[in-house]
């Protein structure tokens, strides 16, 4: 798959899904709890990040790339067929979203780590018209990988303490795959609001259930 490379931001919030899939997979614990903001466009693959042996185009891994510190490299994918051609594997897509979410999806695979492991990034922006009591979206975020899940995916909420900090997440297990699902609401508190409200808190578990059920859960 001929792709551009964008490169993410990696937030410095705790590591959720650290634990879950072993040292081979340390790469998709990172990824996983923190592909969030894109930096800026590098350049097309087809450039210096490639080259071809025998007519294949040969890709690199992550730590050739050489990127700043808190930074990651993904393909952008324009479908699920070149997901899965990078990943092995089909997204997982939500069956439904909150109301205060745009159904547009976009589709991102990590380059691999020097393990060959991968992640995958489903991710939906937030909704302008949509405003309840003066909170908006959530943009939701899900990041999934390949593994069994371990202790640490128990599918309960968990406030992300990074950015404005009005955004929660919980792990779990979707056959075959560790999905980290991430939902992040807006605008930043003011001083005497709290951060997380019960409505963001509804609608969270809501979504979670949601993709719980989805997964035969």
Known sequence: VR?????LSRPNHPLRLAGLFGASLAFCAIVGA???AVIYMV??????????VAGAVVEPRLSDLHLPAGL?????VKDAGAFQQ????RPFVPADLPAGTKHDLSLAVSFPDDHGVRTGRVGYSPREDVNVGGITGPMV???????TPGAGADGQLKRITTGNGRALAATLGCKGLVLD????FGPPPA????FITPYMTDVAQKFVDGVRRQCGG
């Not at 350049?43 to 071809?52: I, L, N, P, T």
């Not at 699902?181 to 992040?184: D, K, M, P, R, T």
């Open 86 to 89: 990078l990943a092995g594997w």
């Open 3 to 7: 792709s551009g490379m964008t490169v």
């Open 181 to 184: 699902v991430q939902l992040y």
């Open 191 to 194: 001083p005497s609001e709290p």
């Open 72 to 76: 990651i490299a993904v393909h952008v």
């Open 141 to 147: 975020v899900i990041m999934e990988a390949k593994g």
């Open 43 to 52: 350049r097309d693959q087809q450039g210096a990040y490639s080259s071809s």
């Open 34 to 36: 923190a592909v969030i």
